[in-house]
């Protein structure tokens, strides 16, 4: 048991290094958060410099307004062609004209373009307008005449002025740079926030968790190994205080284990040594029972029968304690024929009824040699227990059954012997504990219960009474593999 302790401590022990950077959750976390901002980020960036367009064409718009209401006031013909250059430089327009009742008047004018390339009305811009606006003049714009035209503030008249885009995206280019740095900053920030505040709450309880498993696995009998789990009430809470109750009973069984193992080398050694001497013993008495003597002959039975229970005692111990029970090696297997080899563990000079009642032609899924193993085992008790009874006018018949429910197999091994005492019902497959006789091991019961789990069925006692015994033993076929279920459809198409 210690050196498949020390051999399992190997790989744990190799285990033991730090989770590269690149790879750790903490890098994770801050790679996502970032990401995950600059997507949001992004969600609100167009609307943004939509808004921002609009917002410059409206004041543009509201200059020019307020231009022309001073120049309707007077009289536009006043104005020098250099003073109209210098509005129109101060605005970055071509041309100022006013709309009033239907009739339109060109108010300032300078190199009139021979055609506009996009009409832009203020008063009529929906939200996807904006944003199609806007991508349009961030990637198509810089070298296209615009027409902006609309009222400003309370007034009903229409102004429209002509104008150049290349400010206009200079400007939206220079506020989309301004904007994208800022959610940069905001993102880099929030995921430090966020990194920090995940890594206090879960990344380091989540280390310590991990540190806590590998630090017991390398030393599991060392009680200081054991993880003190926090005040928490959350998931991390809950997993400390499981892990912490999980590597105490580990470190019980474990305890437990190592005494079972080392009393277990002990007892196989006496018990070795004591089969020697009862071997001996036997054969004395076996002596003794050829004397003609009446009162030799009145105790040497019984002291034959009390040598063969504890040689037979001393053999289970040392079968059961070096037993190493291989995966069962399973395929199809007739029952019928496996039952009937069973007849002569029953013994025809027992006076027991053998009935092998398996329909010819049953086939189960097992492993031959444990399953042979398992019905010896039930079928030995059985008969045990049946000519143990002092009232030989008792019917004593052993049935063996079979049947099948789709891909379970249940085999029933029923007696009509004294029924399980209590005793043994309360430990059954309890190895040592369950025996259903006196002087007997339960060593058959624990190891069959044991075979058949390894087939991943149930060993189970169906009933027990006076005159009706039954087990039950229940095990499922193998699901076949796709490729053969795929196969088999194919051929029955």
């Known amino acids: 048991m210690t050196e498949n302790l020390q051999s399992g ?16 959750l903490s890098t994770k976390l801050l790679l996502l958060t970032v990401i995950f901002v600059l997507l949001a980020e992004t969600l609100i960036f167009l609307p943004s410099v939509a808004s921002y367009r609009v917002s410059w064409l409206r004041d543009r718009l509201a200059t020019a307004a307020a231009v022309s209401i001073v120049l309707v006031q007077g009289d536009p013909a006043d104005l020098s062609r250099e003073a109209q250059d210098d509005v129109l430089t101060a605005i970055g327009a071509r041309a100022i004209a006013v709309s009033d009742g239907g009739v339109s008047r060109l108010l300032v004018v300078a190199d009139m373009p021979p055609e506009v390339d996009t009409h832009i009305d203020m008063a009529n ?45 200079a400007a939206m280019l220079t506020y989309a740079r301004n904007v994208a740095l800022l959610s940069l900053l905001i993102s880099v920030f929030a995921a430090m926030l966020v990194y920090a505040a995940m890594d206090r709450i879960m990344v380091r309880p989540m280390r310590r968790l991990a540190q806590s498993m590998l630090d017991f696995s390398a030393a599991p009998d060392d009680p200081a190994r054991v993880i003190t789990p926090a005040a928490r009430a959350d998931e991390i809470g809950f997993a400390e205080r499981e892990l912490s109750h999980m590597q105490e009973r580990l470190q ?32 004395i008495s076996d002596r003794l029972s050829m004397s003609k003597d009446p009162t030799v002959q009145s105790f ?29 090696a399973r395929r199809l297997v007739n029952l019928h024929p496996l039952v009937e080899d069973l007849r002569d563990i029953a013994g025809a000079d027992s006076g027991v009824d053998f009935v092998n009642a398996v329909p010819s032609g049953f086939e189960i899924d097992a492993d031959p040699d444990q399953l042979f193993r398992v019905l010896t085992n039930l079928v030995r008790n059985a008969v045990q227990a049946m000519i143990a009874e002092a009232e030989r006018i008792n019917v004593q018949r052993l049935t063996v059954s079979a049947e099948r429910q789709g891909g379970v197999c249940r085999i029933m091994v029923s007696d009509t012997g004294p029924g399980l005492p209590p005793r043994a019902r309360e430990n059954l497959f309890s190895a040592f504990r369950g025996g259903a006789r006196q002087g007997g091991t339960g060593l058959g019961l624990a190891i069959a219960h044991e075979l058949v789990r390894a087939h991943g069925g149930v060993l189970e006692l169906v009933a027990s009474e006076s005159g009706h015994t039954t087990f039950a033993i229940t095990i499922t076929d193998r699901p076949l593999p796709f490729s053969r279920t795929a196969e088999g459809a194919r051929k029955r198409g």
């Open 252 to 283: 019980k069984m474990l305890a437990e284990r190592r005494h079972l193992a080392d009393l277990g080398l002990a007892v196989s050694k006496i018990n070795h040594d004591m089969r020697n001497m009862l071997a001996s013993a036997q054969l």
């Open 300 to 328: 040497a039975p019984r002291l034959l029968r009390a040598l063969d229970r504890a040689v037979s005692y001393s053999e289970g111990v040392l079968a059961y304690g070096r037993t190493q029970e291989p995966l069962p």
């Open 125 to 169: 811009v929906g939200m996807f307008g904006e944003v199609a606006g806007a991508l349009d003049t961030l990637l198509y714009g810089g070298d296209r005449m615009l027409r902006v035209y609309g009222p400003a503030g309370d007034d009903a008249r229409e102004f429209e002025l002509i104008m150049p885009d290349n400010a206009l995206r």
């Open 9 to 24: 401590q190997d790989e744990p022990m190799s285990a033991r290094h730090t989770v590269p950077l690149a790879r750790g």
